[in-house]
Each structure stands twice: as C-alpha cells, then as structure tokens.
C-alpha cells in the first residue's frame, strides 16, 4: 500500500484544531487513559527494538494528550522473572562473585552492557547441562520470588541498576513515566489476590474454570 503525506494540509488542520473552541475539553469531559510500554526486562542494556517501542508507547502518550485525555505512563519492570535470574546465576555460579562484588560493579558506568554479556554466556552455560540448568533456575527463581536472601538482594540489585540505565537512556528521549510497576511488588504486595477476589465478585469471570485451568511458568 503506497501512502502520501500532504505536510501542508495536515499542519493547517492542526493549526485550527489547536486554536479552536474545543480544542480544550472541559474536565467533566477529559478521559483517564494508562499507557504502559517500553518494559524492558531489567538484565541487560536498551537496544534498538526496545527504544523502538518506547518511542511508539511515547507517540500513543502524546497523540492521546493532544485530544484532551488525563494520561497516565507506566513501565512494568519484570524484575522477579527469569532473564533475571539468568544474570543472577551468571554472577554467582561462573564469575564467583558475592552481593557485595555486584553492589561494586552495579555503580559502574556499563554494567548494563556487563549484565548482557553474562547473560549471553549463561545462555551457553545453561546448554551445556539442561538438568543443572532447571535446577538452578528454579531455585533462584523461588528465592527472588519469596524476596528472602542473598540471591533475592542481589536480584534486585541488579534490577534498580539496570533500570536506572534504561530511564536515563529513555530521558535522553524526552520520554519518561509516572509509574514503574514492579513485578516484585505485585508479588508481595498480593495485588493478584486481590485482583482475582474482586473479578470473582463481579459475577463477569468464570473463576472456577479458572481455577481448574494448569499454570504454566
């Protein structure tokens, strides 16, 4: 499909928009709307696929706040999940390095490259033994989960560093949220049980076929 762009008519029609009587909507008219994109997951750097769709999440943001609507940017970070946990196991099992080695190196300038590189390596680390790699998986995974420990500390230190990496890189961009939803969070907090209760009591959702239905993670 060939498509034209006419600049000239396009930027009069948003000059008169802008200008116009309605240009503005009243309060009572102004609709709340949550954007929620970029979600990178906290264990490496950004690259171009991410500030991709950061930049079309921010382009939806804007167009939405130009006619009129009360927007609301959130960024989930996937803090608990196993890319995670991946880089965990990278720093413990094969660089043999403690919490404090991580807090070291989690202040410096590229550790979010660092964290790639391990978690490449531990992607051929993980190949070479699929047994040992279900079992440290899973056990580092639990123990990010129940936010207990030295791994679950190390986990999140690596996590808040890597997201302070992606929200400068995104600032250089001019985008920027008013929400970052921590999986963690949603975790401890218990906000899927109280979630499930309310969507159970709103007589809409089948839970009990729900309830029957296997989880997969």
């Known amino acids: 499909m060939n498509a034209f762009f006419d600049r000239a008519r396009f930027w009069e029609s948003a000059r008169k928009e802008a200008s116009g009587p309605s240009a503005v909507p009243r309060a009572s008219e102004r609709k709340k709307v949550i954007v929620e994109h970029t979600s990178i997951n906290p264990n490496k750097a950004a690259h171009i696929g991410h500030l991709r769709n950061a930049v079309l999440g921010d382009t939806m943001v804007r167009l939405l706040r130009h006619t009129g609507n009360d927007v609301a940017v959130q960024n989930y ?7 995670v946990a991946d880089v965990v196991i990278a720093f413990q099992q094969m660089e043999k ?10 202040t410096g300038k590229n550790f979010d490259y660092l964290c790639w590189d391990l ?3 531990a992607t051929q680390f993980f190949e070479e033994d699929k047994v040992r790699a279900g079992k440290l998986r899973g056990d580092t995974l639990k123990a990010i989960e129940a936010g207990e420990g030295e791994t679950a500390e190390m986990a999140t230190v690596i996590a808040d560093a890597v997201v302070g990496f992606h929200l400068r890189t995104m600032a250089r961009l001019d985008i920027y949220y008013e929400l970052l939803a921590r999986e963690s969070e949603i975790l401890h907090l218990h906000f899927w049980d109280a979630a499930f209760e309310k969507l159970k009591a709103s007589g809409r959702f089948n839970w009990r076929r729900a309830e029957r239905m296997p989880v997969v993670g």
Not at 77 to 83: A, R, S, Y
Not at 98 to 105: E, G, H, I, P, W
């Open 77 to 83: 970070i996937d803090n608990t999940g196993v890319q």
């Open 97 to 106: 390095k403690s919490l404090a080695d991580v807090k070291v190196l989690a």
């Open 119 to 121: 978690y490449a390596k």
